[in-house]
């Protein structure tokens, strides 16, 4: 089965005013998404971020933001550059299709030879 991760693209402090308790420590974070397999892992272009307070440990979701953190958080995600979508392959993955060509390599063979 497959994990999925989100793994931490870019992470900043901004001085924006918390709108839970009105300190201006916040941390504003973007994710993407990874998928592990025994197989491949996969990056997919899928972003999403969190805006969170350092004093009160709450998430600031965006219904709550202010006109202020909505430029901020503009600004960020267009600085954002996060890994293009890709499949990268395992070494079973290599060892197993390996293993299929030479048993078909060998029944072909064995076919024309018998």
């Known amino acids: 089965m497959a994990k999925e991760k989100q ?3 870019q992470e900043a402090d ?39 307070c ?6 600031i979701y965006p219904v709550d933001w202010t006109p202020d953190i909505e430029r901020v958080y ?7 550059k996060p890994d293009r979508p890709a499949v990268r392959f395992t070494m079973l993955f290599f060892t197993i299709l390996i293993l299929m060509l030479c048993l078909a390599a060998a029944g072909v063979y064995f076919y024309l030879e018998g």
Do not use: D, M, W
């Open 7 to 9: 793994l931490v693209i």
């Open 14 to 52: 901004i001085t924006n005013n918390c709108p839970k308790c009105f300190n201006q420590e916040l941390t504003i974070t973007f994710y993407q998404k990874h998928t592990f397999n025994a197989l491949y892992h996969r990056t997919t272009g899928v972003v999403t971020n969190e805006i969170k």
């Open 54 to 59: 350092k004093k009160c440990n709450s998430t």
């Open 74 to 80: 503009e600004y960020y995600n267009k600085l954002v």
